[in-house]
């Protein structure tokens, strides 16, 4: 959808020793999911007519699977079937996902490393997040944050913890 998730999507290629350029992958932001129907446009088989590959929130699947069947790469799309054609949905979103394969404790010691545990801090005393789990206060501090925090949170991962969706985007373009 947008820029942090190329941003962590090139992050585990270059964790993978995957050379994206080198195969001739390009990771382009749409900047957000209502814009997948031009993207599809241009790039799918009506346009450039090149190999798609995407992800998307879990909020977003409905526009992604009207994009797909627009473009006619099937037809009565769910989930499953969007997958071979290498479109991964993340359950929340793609910082979700990254929180919670990292661990509460990775992404406090990232926060802290950035400087922003004090911000942090402040944000969880907030009348509204006092009460949220504590993994979800973190996703909820990084989420207007993502830009900056995606690939920090791709280079903290264990390789074998790596969220299905991401893993999913790059083994389907590398």
Not at 52 to 59: E, M, P, S, T
Request: glycine share 10%; with cysteine; charged share 30%.
């Amino acid at each position: 959808e947008g820029t942090s998730d190329k941003l962590a999507v090139e992050a585990l290629a270059r964790r993978r020793g995957r050379d994206l350029d080198a195969k001739g992958v390009s990771v382009v932001p749409i900047g957000g999911a209502q814009a997948i129907g031009r993207a599809v446009e241009r790039f799918g088989p009506h346009g450039l007519d090149v190999q798609l590959a995407g992800l998307c929130d879990v909020a977003e699947e409905k526009h992604f699977r009207r994009a797909l069947e627009r473009a006619g790469l099937g037809t009565d799309l769910t989930r499953e079937r969007m997958e071979p054609l290498g479109f991964f949905v993340c359950d929340h979103d793609l910082e979700h996902e990254l929180v919670r394969a990292a661990g509460a404790d990775a992404v406090e010691r990232i926060i802290a490393a950035e400087g922003e545990l004090g911000a942090f801090r402040t944000f969880q005393k907030q009348l509204a997040k006092r009460d949220l789990p504590y993994e979800e206060q973190l996703w909820r501090f990084m989420w207007n944050r993502k830009i900056r925090y995606a690939r920090l949170l791709v280079d903290a991962l264990d390789l074998s913890r790596v969220p299905r969706p991401l893993e999913g985007v790059l083994a389907h373009v590398s």
